[in-house]
């Protein structure tokens, strides 16, 4: 996976991140996989809430194609 410089993620549309406040970058498919280890990362250390999880890996599903 390409690292994202903070240019490069100001470009993205608000559409291609999965959590709130554009965080969870998902606008390519290596992301989004990224974007559902880092969430369940963070849900397992309390960080973030099970319906956040929930639609981080529903919209990075759908960026997969398994949704």
């Known amino acids: 996976m390409a690292k994202l410089t ?3 993620r100001k470009k993205i549309p608000d559409k291609d991140f ?3 406040g554009r965080s969870y970058p998902i ?3 290596a992301h989004a996989a990224d974007a559902k280890g880092r969430a369940k990362q963070q849900y397992k250390k309390g960080r973030i809430s ?3 999880l929930a639609r981080i890996d529903s919209k990075a599903d759908k960026k997969l ?3």
Do not use: H, Q
Request: no cysteine; net charge positive; glycine share 20%.
């Open 27 to 29: 606008e390519d498919k």
């Open 18 to 20: 999965a959590g709130p």
């Open 50 to 52: 099970k319906a956040t």
């Open 65 to 67: 194609g398994n949704g």
């Open 6 to 8: 903070s240019k490069a």
